[in-house]
DNA sequence: GCCGTTCATGTTGACGCAAACATACGGTCA
DNA sequence: TGACCGTATGTTTGCGTCAACATGAACGGC
């Protein structure tokens, strides 16, 4: 008997098995299962009790496959260990939550091509209605690989000729207001870290800094690039400031903006009163470094916000008819703001301004 | 013609579209979907190149019920802005990754009852295999809202009470070695900023600095809780500082105790020479703080791994037989370490030791 | 030349659910 | 009384896929 219940319940109850159990049809058990009101009340209390008993859970395949809609988007990501992409991330399931879809991660290895063709593989077997890209990579532009057609996609850190839709912070902005905010203080040339190169963000942030250099007549300096650590942005000081006349620094994020300080901590030198560092994204912490960090906010909420409306947008137009290099492609911008606090200061021999 | 593809196509093409296509049976494509050999090669280039032209994408949802597994595991968390939750969710996603699986993400608005149970309700709709919980509150043991039952699970940071599967870094061991490595330096007394007291790993925290100080003969003073920001460990130290006997902070996690940091720096106290700061987690930044942190360092990706091998032994077994609170329960622990750098130092009047 | 074997392919049915439609019953109003 | 309505419930059907079985053609051994 027990034996029986035990090895013949190998399958999780059903319907069925419910309605059968509470002496009603299956599309009564349905009706309760999603909260139709017309049912008796003695009904659904039998039914809910019926459930209770047999341990009935709804079957979401069933669900998906019915209803022809998943609720769900798929979210490629290379990793969750930067401040960024976690930020966006949370943005996103927060906003997927509120229109009651869930949030599936595709987690990608490594950034080879064949990483990424493992993940649009992954893809097909996954119950999504579309899918976020957040992707630090140029591999997404190269016609190798192939998402899957007729799938709504967004991406977030990519530059505008995917032909997909792309939402991102404001990176030009972004890096200008740093640079400039340095320049203002009197500095004569500002040093850069950057972020990697296989970073669209990173080469945005770069090529903005330079820019913002030469509007004032400045030459650039060599860019010295980092993988957005905080080991690296310590290393690359550490060589930088041997040379005495750097005194404005601007790390392509807080971490290595972190490491900067901690080198420049260690060569004695004064922040911000022998050197000033900017850094970018403004993480929880840089409010507490020492000194606190002056800093470039990136608004990873909106991002997440916009990214989830304009997939919202695309599966509601039906998807297929949309996507793809050939369909609803442009940039959304989210403003990035400078945030002053005091690792920044005058140049030496510069009184205010 | 162009209209009837457009309006007609609203629903993405099945097997039976690529079957008539391809002038095969619905049977064939599936062969050729799934990379069974016993396909003619001719026959298969054609079916091939009518996915391709049909941008055929197969329905998870569907090949799901079939299977009966969704290869896919939920997981539950109330945050994804504290350290700790996302190196526990990327080390989760990355081993579900390699058995195959997908990671599906279930936010939790607020800790509150109601968003707990919508959470579990939430659940019903998800097509998820098992489910991980990180959860930092209590109400995981209270009876009133209750998981789907037959459902694995496992738990991590809880306490062992709940009969369900717990896994979770050595909090004893890891508050241990923080407080007994302060006072081998010499210090009398140790100062303790704990979590949330909504955090059972706070909770453990705190209870074993406690217990390692009253085994020393001293008696604890008053606790502080924080709320795991820098910001509150900011401002507990500005009251804490305010004492000069203290010499000795021991914060729950690196976070607070980089805000304590700040607040001593402000202070103008010496750390280490006046104040001896430990903090929690080992976070990548915290070798970059200034000073350099001395820390405990938890093994995430270990606890991540370890649970996914709890979860997927359950499933394994049938899920229904053996979770729920009369099942498989028992904690799992991973060790901690401390990682002894340059914010704790001998105090003052004790030379070395 | 008959039978068994092998392999490519087709046909059928079932997974669990819910939309659409069908029924049944009690009451209302002309 | 009978046409009509609303409400509670049951019945049928099909979503897309794949396992199981069915078919049929090619081939070799006797």
């Given at each position: 008997?027990?034996?029986?219940?035990?090895?013949?319940?190998?399958?999780?109850?059903?319907?069925?098995d419910?309605?059968?159990?509470?002496?009603?049809?299956?599309?009564?058990?349905?009706?309760?299962?999603?909260?139709?009101?017309?049912?008796?009340?003695?009904?659904?209390?039998?039914?809910?009790a019926?459930?209770?008993a047999?341990?009935?859970?709804p079957?979401?395949?069933?669900?998906?496959?019915?209803?022809?809609?998943?609720?769900s988007?798929?979210?490629?990501?290379?990793?969750?260990?930067?401040?960024?992409?976690?930020?966006?991330?949370?943005?996103?399931?927060?906003?997927?939550?509120?229109?009651?879809?869930?949030?599936?991660?595709?987690?990608?290895?490594d950034?080879?091509l064949?990483?990424?063709?493992?993940?649009?593989?992954?893809?097909?077997?996954?119950?999504?209605?579309?899918?976020?890209?957040?992707?630090?990579?140029?591999?997404i532009?190269?016609?190798?690989?192939?998402?899957?057609?007729g799938?709504?996609?967004?991406?977030?850190?990519?530059?505008?000729?995917?032909?997909?839709?792309?939402?991102?912070?404001?990176?030009?902005?972004?890096?200008r207001?740093a640079?400039?905010?340095?320049?203002?203080?009197?500095?004569?040339?500002?040093?850069?870290?950057?972020?990697p190169?296989?970073?669209f963000?990173?080469?945005?942030?770069?090529?903005?800094?330079?820019?913002?250099?030469?509007?004032?007549?400045?030459?650039?300096?060599?860019?010295?690039?980092g993988?957005?650590?905080?080991?690296?942005?310590?290393?690359?000081?550490?060589?930088?400031?041997?040379d005495?006349?750097?005194?404005?620094?601007?790390?392509a994020?807080?971490?290595m903006?972190?490491?900067?300080?901690?080198?420049?901590?260690?060569?004695?030198?004064?922040?911000?009163?022998?050197?000033?560092?900017v850094?970018?994204?403004?993480?929880?912490?840089a409010?507490?470094?020492?000194p606190?960090?002056?800093?470039?906010?990136?608004d990873?909420?909106?991002v997440?916000?916009?990214?989830?409306?304009?997939?919202?947008?695309?599966?509601?137009a039906?998807?297929?008819a949309?996507?793809?290099?050939s369909?609803?492609?442009?940039?959304?911008?989210?403003?990035?703001?400078?945030?002053?606090r005091?690792?920044?200061?005058?140049a030496?021999?510069?009184?205010g301004?």
């Amino acid at each position: 008997m027990t034996d029986t219940l035990k090895s013949g319940q190998r399958r999780p109850p059903s319907m069925a098995d419910v309605a059968q159990h509470a002496g009603v049809s299956s599309q009564t058990v349905s009706r309760v299962s999603n909260g139709l009101t017309n049912v008796d009340e003695s009904t659904r209390d039998r039914v809910l009790a019926s459930m209770q008993a047999l341990g009935y859970r709804p079957n979401g395949a069933a669900r998906a496959l019915k209803r022809g809609r998943f609720n769900s988007i798929g979210v490629i990501m290379f990793t969750l260990a930067t401040f960024g992409n976690m930020r966006t991330l949370d943005a996103i399931a927060t906003e997927a939550a509120k229109a009651d879809y869930s949030v599936t991660l595709i987690p990608l290895a490594d950034q080879t091509l064949g990483a990424v063709s493992g993940a649009y593989r992954r893809l097909n077997d996954q119950a999504v209605d579309g899918v976020v890209i957040v992707f630090e990579a140029h591999l997404i532009d190269r016609g190798e690989i192939a998402l899957p057609p007729g799938l709504p996609v967004v991406v977030i850190d990519s530059n505008a000729g995917s032909g997909y839709a792309v939402v991102d912070n404001d990176q030009i902005e972004g890096a200008r207001l740093a640079t400039q905010h340095l320049l203002d203080l009197g500095h004569r040339q500002v040093h850069h870290i950057a972020g990697p190169t296989t970073s669209f963000s990173a080469m945005h942030r770069e090529d903005s800094w330079r820019s913002t250099l030469r509007a004032s007549g400045i030459t650039p300096p060599s860019v010295h690039h980092g993988d957005w650590s905080t080991e690296s942005g310590y290393q690359i000081t550490l060589a930088l400031a041997a040379d005495p006349t750097v005194t404005a620094i601007f790390a392509a994020n807080d971490q290595m903006a972190l490491g900067a300080m901690r080198a420049l901590h260690q060569l004695g030198r004064d922040i911000p009163g022998d050197v000033s560092v900017v850094g970018y994204d403004d993480m929880e912490e840089a409010h507490s470094f020492w000194p606190p960090l002056t800093t470039v906010r990136q608004d990873f909420h909106s991002v997440g916000r916009l990214a989830m409306e304009r997939l919202f947008e695309q599966i509601a137009a039906g998807g297929a008819a949309l996507s793809g290099p050939s369909g609803l492609g442009g940039v959304t911008t989210v403003p990035t703001e400078l945030v002053v606090r005091e690792s920044t200061g005058a140049a030496r021999g510069v009184s205010g301004r």
